[in-house]
C-alpha cells in the first residue's frame, strides 16, 4: 500500500467516526448474549457483575487478544510533540488470586522514555466461559527521576466496590458496548466496536480485518481514542482523536 493511500484511509476512517461520535456514538446494540444466555450479557456503565469463578480461565486465547505465557508486544507511542516512549507489554507465567473469586493471568506493562521507567504495571486479565476477556484490575507505579510518584489508577475487583470491565468480546458485532472497567473516579474506561473490516499499517507490517473500537472515559469527556485488534496478533495500533493525538503502534510481537 502506498503512503498516500494509507494516510487517505486513515483520514476516511477517522471523518467516519468522529461523525457518529458526534452523532451519539454508534449503534445502540443490547449487552451480548453469547454462548450461555444471559450470562455472557457485557457489563455496563457501574453496574455490579456478580461473576462466578468456576466460569473462568486463565488460559486466554481470544482471538482479538490472545494471552499465552510468554507472548510480548513491543509498542512506540508517539505525542505531538515528538516524544517518543517505548510500551513492553509481557504475558507472565504469573497468577493472582483476585478479591471477587477469579484467578487471573498476570500481564507486565513497562512504559520508559529514554531507557527510564515513566510508569509499570501489572494487569489482571482472565477469559470467561463465552470467550470474553475480562480486566480484573491493575497495580500501577508512576516514576519521575527513577522514583515511584503515583499508584493512582490502581484497583481490584471486589475491593472498595471495583467492578471488572470487559476488555474484548467473545465475538465483536458492530455496536457493541461495554465498560472495560470501574472504580468510581479512578477507572471508569468503556468502549463499543466500532468496526470489523478495517486496515492498519504499523511498523510490524500492514493487518487487514481488523477491529475497530472507539474507547472514552466519563472522567475525562474530551478524551476519544480508536484502537485496532488484529487476529491472531491484538492491539496493533491506538490513535488519539480528541484530547491528545498520540499514537501507539506496535513495533515487533513475539508470540508466547
Known amino acids: 500500500m502506498s503512503a498516500k493511500r494509507s494516510i487517505a484511509t486513515a483520514l476516511g476512517i477517522l471523518v467516519a467516526a468522529l461523525a457518529v461520535a458526534a452523532a451519539g456514538g454508534g ?19 457501574s453496574e455490579r457483575v456478580n461473576l462466578n469463578p468456576a466460569d473462568f480461565t486463565t488460559r486466554i486465547d481470544n ?24 510500551v513492553v507489554v509481557t504475558v507472565t507465567a504469573k497468577t493472582k488470586l483476585i478479591a471477587n473469586g477469579i484467578t487471573a493471568r498476570v500481564v507486565h506493562d513497562v512504559v520508559t522514555e529514554d531507557g ?95 477491529v475497530m473500537t472507539r474507547d472514552v472515559n466519563p472522567l475525562s469527556p474530551k478524551v476519544l481514542e480508536f484502537k485496532f485488534f488484529a487476529r491472531g496478533v491484538g492491539p496493533v495500533l491506538a490513535i488519539g482523536v480528541s484530547g491528545g493525538s498520540d499514537r501507539e503502534e506496535l513495533v515487533s510481537y513475539k508470540r508466547g
Not at 490502581?154 to 472498595?160: I, K, L, N
Open 27 to 45: 449503534s445502540t446494540a443490547k449487552a451480548s448474549t453469547e454462548g450461555a444466555g444471559a450470562t455472557c450479557a457485557l457489563p455496563q456503565g
Open 63 to 86: 482471538p482479538f487478544w490472545p494471552m499465552k505465557p510468554g507472548s510480548r508486544w513491543i509498542y512506540r507511542e508517539t505525542d505531538p510533540d515528538g516524544t517518543k516512549q517505548r
Open 116 to 210: 527510564q521507567p515513566v510508569e509499570v504495571t501489572d494487569d489482571w486479565y482472565a477469559q470467561d466461559k463465552c470467550g470474553h476477556v475480562w480486566y480484573l484490575g491493575e497495580f500501577t507505579n508512576e516514576y519521575e527521576n527513577g522514583k515511584v510518584t503515583s499508584t493512582a489508577g490502581s484497583f481490584e475487583a471486589g475491593v472498595d466496590g471495583a467492578q471488572a470491565g470487559v476488555i474484548m468480546p467473545a465475538k465483536p458485532r458492530e455496536g457493541m458496548r461495554y465498560r472495560q472497567e470501574y472504580y468510581a473516579g479512578e477507572a471508569e474506561d468503556r468502549a463499543s466496536i466500532f468496526s470489523l473490516d478495517e486496515q492498519a499499517e504499523v511498523p510490524l507490517g500492514y493487518f487487514k480485518d481488523v
